[in-house]
């Protein structure tokens, strides 16, 4: 695999000579001086707190007393240390760094049951682990729904010190979406492993940066809803946060999206955006009117302010892909000196009708690596092809991989993988493929599946090619949007079909210039074909975004080259058998 | 100490001859075997589910399926063993067997923080105990605020086999009492974690058995309320548990409370209750109208069905100790062969007047061991007296002892005492009195406290005494009742008192007949005063039994002769310093 992140330190293990190794050594400090990199230290405490994400108050997990919690900047190649106390009463907690790939560190990838046991409540765990290239990344809670509770944060890496991004811009903004139920997280974790079973339902607000209106719209008067005409006086919770911008500049907008269910679409009145980099990697920049989001991606796009500098406009966010039942999040773009009070001259951007596909689909297919991007290996070694399929397990609603719903076991696998201990988890590896004959057109045929916890072992270093194979959900003519998140890795995505992916299919896909990302959407009846090189030794989850599809057992999990990894932390395994195991080994 | 559980094995250690120990192993498999012990084995998950408590549906916390939890059965001697799995997606457990004393077993105790690590979701903590004596007990979750979250059931214990208990009955009933919120407890916590603070309040309903109603009324008729009379067919969760009686018979109704926060009274229309156990000690009986029972108490009463046979009666449950809000749970007492449903002639009982406290400390005075019960020791060792205070901790609302708030360290006692890990909590031990100028009655000139984690430790086999003093809270003129409620021992209730106990309340204190409990109320502006022998090696919680003021800091820790604990199971230690002291040991 030709390494994506051009960092030094990964390919002195491979194919440098000794001398070079010492040259290297002895340059290190130097290199590190030069390159200005940093140790960030963060301390942060975990506990629920009162807040009005959009006007209403609910119960919200926050950080420092903050909803969302604290943004993260820093430098290529900085390390970050995040000394993590869990403030919770009786939960326990993680936080997972979305988009950073722990090259070394899986043992800081904060998922639950996968990396590291849940910091228990009034204990504290030390996250650190490298940013290694720049780009629009965020964090968020892996244990349970806690990230539909609030926990979630962005975290920012800047190209190292005399490093230059590819594109030009005079300031930037940051975005980070989100969406808000007023339903506990609590209750609705209930809903969803209950008979019957009960739907989340749509999110009553959406929300950028954690702010949105639910009692009433910035908008109203522009439009015939029966919402009243916001009274915010700006320093609410939920009062948005205008972007400020001045004429004839060029503006960065960092957009994430840590929806728990929404697909979203964000628009500017008047601008066009153009695209220059996705989850962390540089695109072929390209030039949009709006901007599709699926929950677990990120963008960076850049807007021009050369529209009539006397007047402001209008961000709107919108859902895409479900019927819709939240009205848009609404946000100012604020030509200064003009006030950011005087209202936009036209109402804001309408998002397109929610299941207009195609119109979601030429956006993807839009999507290709900046020229001179790291290029996928040309064939691959291992193909596993996993068919989502929505089922019944003992009467509960679930969805299944290749008919397999994942149930997290209690130890962790990144441990139980590397002490080799065999009761922790499923020994059998999960099916790779689907009969031939199952229809994805159709409901299941046999709903019933089971629940494992299996896992994919791939050799270290082994090419994989994963084809998402989406299908008809339990209702008839029904198939979701699923946004894919790969941890520990990005992967090409090599193309995206149409029904079940066929042997026709292959020579469609793009291997010249594929986009490289750590989060994919499978359309509905649609199939997505990624490629990836397991080079980074640890168990990583493979999962759908939408918090409650992981919740009813939608992800997988991979594991490569665990014999590999070195010094596992002990309060990263101080649970179930690994706790166990440490007791007897001493 | 003399012994009050009249089992075999405690003395064996004590005086007897080496002659008298080989006769009474060579017996003792006969002695089992007549005795009849068993171990009895239960499969528990406890996870949240959707039910109905008061005819409103709200989420609870339930074992295998069931609100309250299954019920334990067992006769004295036996050994229970539960196997406890933690269903829930986010959130430790633990639960705590109110009334068992744990001899020996210290670390089965059931207190999150103090005598184990939480289970972690997904995990199986083995509970495993001999339930020494016969009694009504009942068992709940000791972590955060489970208990009000509704995880608690009853535990029964008969006599032995062969084995009579010193009054006669026909019959029995098991009535488990509890009170509820429809905000849920999450929200309850955050509340009471905020600044400004947000009390629970007053709960919407008392449940009997996990019954209740909200939206109506079974005596509508009878009052002038604005309920309407309940219309429930009798499957319904929250329709009331009937009585069935024949009359001229007598009957055992046992009676515990579990309730969050309400002081509670029990009476039954037209029938005098003979009150003859408490807290698995027998009472001298005695006759009363209507029973007040404190959370955290039990009870048993004798009724006997010499009324009117043509009718039924209502058995009514009210507040007290505080402006109630709530209206009575009720049920009926059916006088077979009539029908259940023909209505009582007469409105139900009511509840004397909340704050009606002679009403309460004459039934409190009353209470009494049965003739040949155990005495207290003469003297005592060691005098703590303990001030309960409402206080502000860095604008928190806090509870305090001693101007000491509670704040459980995330490694529990009981190991860390036992390995002698000196960072685990605060190692100065906690002040054994307040300053003589303290006022009582008037709230404190300096509201500040401070938090801490300190314990008191006792030489094993220390006399102790504990003086409860009750103040006045923040607010003038205001002096909560509070249930204070001990773990691994009976305490021998010398006496109550008004203001501040000083010298001259010493002579009233009764060591001829007084009971033996582990649970005793402070009645405002009044003290209590407690003795126990510290003959039970083990780290215990003494508490306020109100589950917002224990989380709010009410409670102290009491240790002795832990270096004498054997083989603490390593599932009890796996979190915190235990676990990596444990990993060090090998």
């Known amino acids: 695999m030709v390494p994506t992140d051009g960092s030094m330190v990964r390919p002195i293990s491979r194919g440098l000579t000794l001398r070079a190794f010492i040259i290297w050594c002895i340059l290190l400090p130097f290199i590190g001086i030069s390159s200005g990199a940093k140790t960030r230290h963060f301390k942060w405490e975990v506990e629920y707190m009162y807040w009005s994400p959009d006007c209403i108050e609910h119960v ?22 995040v000394e993590l106390t869990n403030k919770l009463s009786t939960e326990g907690v993680v936080i997972h760094w979305h988009g950073i790939r722990q090259l070394g560190t899986p043992w800081a990838d904060g998922t639950a049951f996968i990396s590291q046991c849940a910091i228990n409540s ?50 930037e903004f940051n975005l980070l979406l989100s969406d808000w139920w007023h339903k506990s997280v609590h209750e609705q974790e209930v809903g969803l492993s209950s008979i019957p079973f009960r739907w989340i339902g749509e999110p009553q607000s959406l929300l950028i940066n954690g702010r949105g209106q639910y009692n009433c719209s910035l908008a109203a008067q522009y439009s015939n809803t029966t919402s009243s005409q916001c009274k915010l006086r700006g320093n609410e919770q939920c009062a948005p946060q205008i972007l400020h911008v001045r004429p004839n500049k060029t503006y960065r907008l960092r957009v994430a999206s840590s929806t728990a269910l929404a697909s979203l679409n964000l628009a500017i009145g008047n601008h066009k955006m153009v695209v220059v980099e ?31 500098p006397s007047k402001n406009y209008w961000l709107s966010l919108g859902v895409r892909g479900r019927l819709p039942a939240t009205p848009p999040a609404l946000t100012i773009l604020n030509y200064q000196p003009i006030s950011a009070s005087k209202f936009p001259t036209s109402p804001p951007p309408v998002t397109p009708r929610w299941n207009d596909y195609d119109h979601s689909k030429k956006f993807s297919k839009s999507i290709f690596a900046l020229m001179g991007s790291p290029k996928p290996p040309k064939s691959y070694d291992r193909r596993i092809t996993l068919l989502n399929t929505q089922n019944k397990i003992d009467g509960f609603t679930k969805w299944a991989i ?70 008809n959900a339990l209702s008839d003519n029904v198939s979701e949007i ?31 210039n594929p986009p490289l990302r750590n989060t994919a959407v499978i359309f509905p009846y649609g199939w997505t074909a990624l490629r990836y ?43 179930g058998l690994t706790a166990k195991f440490l007791n007897k080994k001493g």
Chains 1, 2 share one sequence.
């Open 60 to 81: 919200v997990m926050g950080i420092n007393g903050q909803f969302p919690g604290p943004t993260i900047r820093a430098k290529a190649g900085d390390t970050i240390v």
């Open 122 to 171: 009034g204990e504290t765990f030390h996250y650190r682990f490298k940013v290694d290239r720049a780009g629009t990344y965020f964090y968020h809670g892996h244990l349970g729904m806690q990230r539909s509770a609030g926990l979630y944060g962005s975290l920012i890496v800047d190209v190292a010190e005399g490093e230059k991004e590819p594109f030009h811009y005079d300031g």
């Open 278 to 308: 996705a989850d962390g990697n540089y695109l072929q920049p390209f030039a949009v009117n709006d901007l599709d989001i699926y929950s677990g991606e990120s963008y960076s796009v850049l807007i021009t302010t050369d529209q009539d």
């Open 402 to 471: 290749n008919n397999v719903s994942l149930a997290l076991p209690p130890t962790p696998y990144l441990g139980s993988i590397k002490y080799g201990l065999r009761n922790a988890f499923d020994q059998k590896s999960p099916p790779e493929n689907f009969p031939n004959s199952y229809d994805v057109m159709k409901p299941p045929i046999n709903p019933n599946s089971t629940t494992g916890s299996g896992v994919y072992m791939f050799g270290l270093n082994t090419t994989v090619d994963v084809i998402l194979q989406n299908a």
């Open 482 to 512: 699923h946004p894919w998140h790969l941890h520990g890795h990005d992967f090409w995505v090599l193309g995206y079909g149409e029904g079940k992916f066929s042997a026709k299919d292959e020579k469609k896909l793009n291997f010249k």
């Open 533 to 575: 090189v397991a080079d980074n030794p640890g168990v990583w989850a493979f999962h759908c975004h939408i918090e409650p599809h992981l919740h009813m057992g939608m992800g997988v999990v991979f594991a490569e080259g665990v014999h590999h990894v070195k010094s596992i932390p002990n309060e990263a395994l101080s649970c």
